[in-house]
């Protein structure tokens, strides 16, 4: 008898210590969410999506966040450093149209004030660089360039999206070693990396994590890439390669070739851009 009542006794303090731990654990969650609440009504609409963020699915706190980030796009992005990755628009990546886009994945290939550089995490399509073969071009009447500033640009980002990518000055310089030329310079929302760019942001060792092995995606897998047993594809970037009718790619362990590939192979894309963080008043936070 004695046994029993002393291990209904034990039951009874765990249950109660449970009770308890779950009664503070949901006083701090709301108290952590009227807490954001006040941080919104008092303007910090930085502190307070980082807290509704943090609160997940408690409550409303999700739908808070994302009506946060309707009103300020760049919200999300205002504490990234290079090397992070990030999600932003969205693109057909899983090869069912069924369940609609996915959410795209990004890194943080440089952050200089209230600009950041992203490049995407993964090819999303199979892509030439220009349609027909040996025929000199470069960037500037590219069918890659078209297609990221074009199509790319209109399905991949909102409109609210697209009021923080910025439209940058591209330079394109001669190809390094033959001088094969670059072409005029660009004004590009969307664009490959560049030889200059390559040799900045994907050298192994660099300050930021190597990021040059990029996989692609089941959409992109779909049509008529070369993919490696890693899931590993090579990539297009915009500067010219030995000839007028060649560009520049990295291949798929990673490594930039400058000599380049015939402009009509096919080749992953990866988009980069920048993006503003800046608020209505000019500062970040």
């Given at each position: 008898?004695?046994?029993?009542?002393?291990?209904?006794?034990?039951?009874?303090?765990?249950?109660?210590?449970?009770?308890?731990?779950?009664?503070?654990?949901?006083?701090?969650?709301?108290?952590?969410?009227?807490?954001?609440?006040?941080l919104?009504?008092?303007?910090?609409?930085?502190?307070?999506?980082?807290?509704?963020?943090?609160?997940?699915?408690?409550?409303?706190?999700?739908?808070?966040?994302?009506?946060?980030?309707e009103?300020d796009?760049?919200?999300?992005?205002?504490?990234?450093?290079?090397?992070?990755?990030?999600?932003?628009?969205?693109?057909?990546?899983?090869?069912?149209?069924?369940?609609?886009?996915?959410?795209?994945?990004?890194?943080v290939?440089?952050?200089?004030?209230?600009?950041?550089?992203?490049?995407?995490?993964?090819?999303?399509?199979?892509?030439?660089?220009?349609?027909?073969?040996?025929?000199?071009?470069?960037?500037?009447?590219?069918?890659?360039?078209?297609?990221?500033?074009?199509?790319?640009?209109?399905?991949?980002?909102?409109?609210?999206?697209?009021?923080?990518?910025?439209?940058?000055?591209?330079?394109?310089?001669?190809?390094?070693v033959?001088?094969?030329?670059?072409?005029?310079?660009?004004?590009?929302?969307?664009?490959?990396?560049?030889?200059?760019?390559?040799?900045?942001?994907?050298?192994?060792?660099?300050?930021?994590?190597?990021?040059?092995?990029?996989?692609?995606?089941?959409?992109?897998?779909?049509?008529?890439?070369?993919?490696?047993?890693?899931?590993?594809?090579?990539?297009?970037?915009?500067?010219?390669?030995?000839?007028?009718?060649?560009?520049?790619?990295?291949?798929?362990?990673g490594?930039?070739?400058?000599?380049?590939?015939?402009?009509?192979?096919?080749?992953?894309?990866?988009?980069?851009?920048?993006?503003?963080?800046?608020?209505?008043?000019?500062?970040?936070?």
């Amino acid at each position: 008898m004695t046994t029993v009542r002393s291990k209904t006794v034990v039951i009874t303090a765990v249950l109660l210590v449970c009770a308890l731990a779950v009664a503070a654990f949901t006083h701090h969650r709301r108290s952590r969410y009227e807490e954001a609440r006040r941080l919104a009504e008092a303007g910090d609409t930085q502190g307070a999506y980082e807290v509704f963020t943090a609160l997940g699915g408690y409550s409303d706190a999700a739908e808070r966040a994302r009506g946060l980030v309707e009103e300020d796009p760049a919200l999300p992005y205002r504490s990234v450093a290079p090397g992070d990755t990030v999600t932003f628009g969205s693109y057909e990546q899983d090869n069912n149209t069924a369940n609609g886009p996915e959410a795209i994945r990004w890194i943080v290939l440089d952050r200089i004030d209230d600009q950041v550089l992203l490049l995407s995490a993964d090819c999303l399509e199979g892509r030439q660089y220009h349609h027909v073969p040996f025929e000199e071009v470069t960037w500037e009447n590219s069918d890659l360039r078209e297609w990221m500033n074009g199509f790319f640009y209109a399905q991949a980002f909102t409109p609210a999206q697209q009021t923080i990518v910025r439209t940058v000055h591209n330079e394109n310089s001669d190809q390094s070693v033959t001088g094969a030329p670059g072409g005029a310079d660009t004004d590009d929302r969307v664009f490959a990396l560049s030889e200059t760019e390559a040799l900045i942001y994907l050298a192994p060792g660099a300050s930021r994590s190597d990021v040059s092995a990029a996989a692609a995606t089941e959409y992109a897998a779909s049509g008529a890439l070369s993919v490696t047993e890693d899931g590993t594809v090579d990539w297009w970037l915009r500067s010219p390669g030995t000839y007028g009718f060649a560009a520049q790619f990295v291949d798929a362990s990673g490594k930039p070739m400058i000599s380049g590939a015939n402009v009509d192979a096919q080749y992953g894309a990866r988009p980069a851009l920048w993006i503003s963080i800046a608020k209505a008043d000019g500062s970040v936070r």
